[in-house]
C-alpha cells in the first residue's frame, strides 16, 4: 500500500483535575476518554461509524483503564461495534505513541479515519496498582532501574548532568507563570471540552466522605501566585535518601487525571471534506536511554528526527518537552541547542499536571493550535520516548480537491507533525 498524506483533523481533551482529590477522582476511563474521542469526532465533521480505529495510550492500563480501554471508549463515544480498539503502553509517552500508530494506520492505507488518544486515571488505579507490581529476577538483576521510582531518576539526571536546585527552581516558576498567563489569555479554551462528573468530597473535621455533582471546565491543578521563595522553601522528596536530591513538589509534575483524542484523517479525504486540518503528520522518532536516566529520552530520539527530516534545531518554531521534572526540557533544551523562549510557551505539565498516558496527545493537540497563533512552520512535541515534528505546510503539500473549499492558508489550522 502507497504511503498517503496524513492529517490530524481536530483535537478535544478535558480539563486536568487534581487526582485524589479533583473532579474526575471517581470518573472512569472509559467515560473521561469517551468523552474527548465523542468531542474530536464533532470537532472533525465525521460521523462515527467511519472511525475505523481508535487507538489508546495508557500508562496504567488495569483497574478503571482496563479491559481495552481503547475500545470501551470508543464505544462510549457513540461509535458502532464496528470501530476497533487497541490500546498500547510507552509509560509517559504513550499518548504520542497512540496519535503515531493511528497515522502510520492511516498513512499505510489500513484506515481512512483514526483517533489517537490517551487517558490515564491515577485517582482510581494507582492505589491498586502500588500493592501489585512484580518484578522479574532476571530483569531485577541486570536492570534494576526498570523498578526505580521516577522521581529517583531524575534525581540521578540532575546529579549527573548538572542540572542545579535553583535552575530547576527558576524554571518551575517560570512555567507556572506562563501556564497562568496561557490561561489568562485563552490559549487553552480551544482545546478543553467541559465535562460534567461525580466527585468524592472527604470532609477534613468529620472524615465523611460524600459525593457531590462537578463539571471540570479547565486545568485545576497550577497555582498562579507560585514564587521562587516558596518554592526554595521546599525540601527534596528523596532528601532522607539522598543528600544530592533536588527534586520537590514545586520542580515536579503533578498528579492528575484527564484524557485527549486526536482525530487523524486521510488528506485526501480531509480535502474532499473541505476540513482545514490542524497539522500533517510526517514522520516519527523513538529514542531508548538507560532506565536510571529515564529523562534524557529527548536528547537521544531528537536528533534521530531531525536528521530524517533533513532539519536543524533552529529551524523548529516551537518545541513542546514534557515536564514531568523540570531537569527533563532544562537538559533537553542545553544539550539541543534549543532556545527557551520556543519550549513550552504556555507553560506545561508541572503546572497543570501529567496524566501519563494522556499527556502525549494533549501535547500534539496544544502545539498544533499554539503553532496556529504564532504561525510557526516547524513545531516539535517530544515525552520523554518518542517525538513527532510539525510544520505549516506549503500550498502543494496537501492534497487539494477541485469541489472543496479548504485552502491551507485561508483555514492556517495546519502544521506538520514528523
Known sequence: MASKTVVIASTARTGLAKSFRGGFNKTHGAAMLGHTIQHAIERAGVHPSEVDDVIAG???????????IARNAALWAGCPATTSGATINRFCSSGLQAVASAAMHVGSGAADVAIGCGVESISMVQPVVAKTTVVEKK???????????MIETADIVAAKYGVSREDQDAYAVECQ???AAAQAAGFYDDEIVPMDTVMSVKDKETGEVSEVAYTVTKDECNRPGTTLASVEKLAPVRGDDDASATITAGNASQLSDGASSCVVMDGDLAAKRGTAPLGIFKGFAVGGCAPEEMGVGPVVAVPKLLAKAGLTVDDIDLWEINEAFAVVPLHAMRVLGV??????VNGGSIAIGHPFGM???RMVGHVLLEGQRRKAKHVVARPPASVPLLTRPDDEELPKDQNSNFDPFLNPRVEEIV
Open 58 to 68: 495508557c500508562g496504567f492500563g488495569e483497574g478503571a483503564t482496563g479491559m481495552n
Open 339 to 344: 532556545d527557551p523562549a520556543k519550549c513550552n
Open 359 to 361: 499527556t502525549g496527545s
Open 177 to 179: 507563570a506562563r501556564t
Open 139 to 149: 530483569l531485577m538483576g541486570s536492570y534494576p532501574a526498570l523498578w526505580m521510582p
